[in-house]
């Protein structure tokens, strides 16, 4: 994979038909945006009108456009590049959450979208609880807690943050419900408004959602094979003024990009020479096989690693620890008691008892082994396409041929009953999304219905001529 950068769509004399006299100037400016977005005449890429010229063409102030331009960002409609203009986003109109809340099991679809945990994978949880149970009183765990996380929990975090290769004293761990959870309470306590996160040009769908509700700004920054590239993000430093970093370095979402020792190094200089603030959140690294040290452990007092247990055994704990430099220790524990009060101490339990009984590595290796599985599946059906991913992956990026899109390729494969998530998903600011498309290898809970979802999938992709008519 070459690093991401694609034609930008110019597009400078645009002005909206009318504007609606019932609303302030600024909001009917953006109203006119999102309508123009929504009827198609504005499209992902396309460049807007400096702030001035649009305001001599609609006889108003400046302020007037640049405070209708903001709304229309923090829509996440348009962005903006220092020197370059402004841009209607690469996922303008779409849904910016991964799955809406009324889809999330969609009993039609085949699901290779949503990249699960291999759930029939997990354990009986009445095994941990009955362990539990013998050796203390549980009642304990149902009063309220230290929002931090209690002793006994924080030792667990800190085993589980060192399988990840982050080496966490335990005073150094703080307990979230979730690493969504533990994104919100950074994005909400250690940015502000408008201030700037750096993510690779494809992202985790999560982190846009978040940031929007969030009001903080995603600056894109240019990606290779190997994920974010040192020189692109302290450019982009250098081109606007950017608080944070956000990262997937072991098995990055979506492309499964993997950061080599020598990257990993360059970027935490990046991030130390400019005083960044990184998120790191390893969701996948550890379905990998080798592991390589985290970008956090070069640059422990500006890193945040994210340990989450989701993708490893029950998820629906909502359990995450967190290595936190001491600066911050006081504030997302103050974060955590505002949000949620603490991560129910029983939960956390019943996580560490897995991790600190071995439990937790075996369920980890047999996943690996069904994983590849999976893999061997793919690679027969899919052959002969491009993709990229390992042998012991959860999910693909499937490089699309001409004349598909990913939101073209996503609409065809739900016309076919299989769901899968296209490129616009993950992608981040006004640089048209690459023709690709996420494939979950986890999602079937068989390996006979993920072959079947596999194969609609290669079926729309022999197809004879272009995408159906309506398709694109």
Not at 23 to 48: H, M, W
Not at 322 to 332: E, K, T, Y
Request: aromatic share 8%.
């Amino acid at each position: 994979m070459n690093a991401v950068n694609y034609n930008i769509v110019c597009m400078t004399n645009w002005t909206p038909n009318t504007l609606d006299p019932d609303l302030p100037r600024y909001a009917a400016l953006a109203r006119a945006i999102a309508d123009d977005v929504r009827a198609g005449f504005l499209r992902p890429g396309d460049k807007l009108p400096t702030h001035r010229d649009l305001a001599d063409a609609l006889g108003v102030n400046v302020s007037t456009v640049t405070r209708g331009y903001k709304e229309a960002m923090h829509q996440g409609l348009i962005c903006g590049t220092v020197g370059r203009g402004t841009f209607i986003a690469v996922d303008a109109g779409a849904d910016r959450a991964l799955v809406s809340t009324e889809s999330m099991h969609g009993p039609n679809l085949l699901e290779l979208g949503l990249v699960t945990p291999l759930y029939g994978l997990d354990p009986d949880v009445r095994e941990s609880m009955e362990r539990l149970a013998k050796n203390r009183d549980l009642s304990g765990y149902l009063r309220y807690s230290t929002p931090g996380g209690l002793p006994e929990h924080k030792e667990a975090g800190a085993v589980w943050a060192g399988k990840h290769g982050m080496p966490a004293p335990q005073d150094r761990v703080v307990v979230f419900s979730g690493v969504q959870h533990g994104l919100t309470c950074c994005m909400l306590s250690l940015f502000r408004p408008g201030e700037r996160i750096a993510v690779e040009q494809l992202t985790y769908p999560g982190i846009k959602s978040l940031s929007s509700m969030a009001g903080v700004q995603l600056a894109p920054v240019e990606m290779d094979e190997q994920g974010m590239i040192p020189e692109a993000l302290d450019t982009a430093c250098r081109r606007d003024e950017i608080q944070g970093v956000y990262l997937m370095p072991g098995v990055q979402n979506p492309t499964a990009a993997f950061m080599s020792m020598e990257r990993r190094q360059a970027i935490a200089q990046v991030i130390e020479k400019r005083g960044l603030t990184l998120l790191e959140d390893d969701a996948y690294a550890m379905t990998r096989e080798e592991k390589t040290p985290p970008v956090s452990s070069f640059i422990p007092n500006n890193a945040i690693f994210f340990a989450g247990i989701s993708k490893a055994f029950w998820p629906g704990l909502r359990v995450c620890f967190c290595v936190v430099p001491a600066r911050f220790q006081r504030i997302l524990a103050e974060a955590v008691l505002n949000t949620v009060w603490m991560t129910p101490p029983l939960n956390v339990a019943l996580a560490a008892e897995m991790i600190l009984s071995g439990k937790a590595d075996k369920v980890l290796a047999a996943k690996r082994e069904e994983a590849a599985r999976r893999y061997r599946v793919a690679r027969d059906i899919l052959k002969g396409f491009s993709y990229t991913g390992y042998d012991t992956g959860f999910f693909l990026w499937l490089n699309l041929p001409r004349p598909w899109t990913g939101r073209t390729y996503e609409d065809a494969a739900r016309n076919a009953g299989v769901r899968v998530f296209g490129a616009e998903k993950f992608a981040v600011g006004g640089t048209p999304a690459p023709a690709a498309a996420r494939i979950s290898l986890t999602g079937p809970e068989s390996l006979e219905a993920l072959s079947k979802g596999l194969s609609v999938l290669r079926d729309i992709l022999d197809a004879p001529g272009p995408p159906p008519e309506g398709i694109l």
